[in-house]
């Protein structure tokens, strides 16, 4: 016997894309490689451009944690040298 689904078979409409992207479609073969309609270097192009790079803002955060931390250790050390 097979299973039948209850809930009937919708036809899949097309997403929403940045009207830059208009008309991408992306997928995915049997092979895992991705299949793209539009050139992978202007897809590229529009995420550099349009969206914030989450590890890189956290590293810059963490640059900056660091060397805060070296100068304030620095700044220290030289106030101790001068009180002895």
């Known amino acids: 016997m097979t ?3 209850d809930k009937p078979s919708k036809k ?3 997403p929403r894309v940045h ?3 208009d008309g ?3 997928s995915i ?3 895992g490689e991705i299949k793209s309609n539009m050139d992978i270097e202007k ?3 529009f995420l550099d451009k349009n969206v914030e790079d989450k590890k890189l803002v956290e590293r810059e955060e963490t640059l900056k944690k660091k060397t805060s931390k070296k100068t304030s250790k620095k700044t220290s050390k030289k106030t101790s040298k001068k009180k002895k």
């Open 43 to 45: 897809v590229n192009q």
């Open 3 to 5: 299973k039948k689904s």
């Open 29 to 31: 073969n049997q092979f």
């Open 19 to 21: 009207q830059d992207l």
């Open 12 to 14: 899949q409409a097309k």
């Open 24 to 26: 991408l479609e992306i």
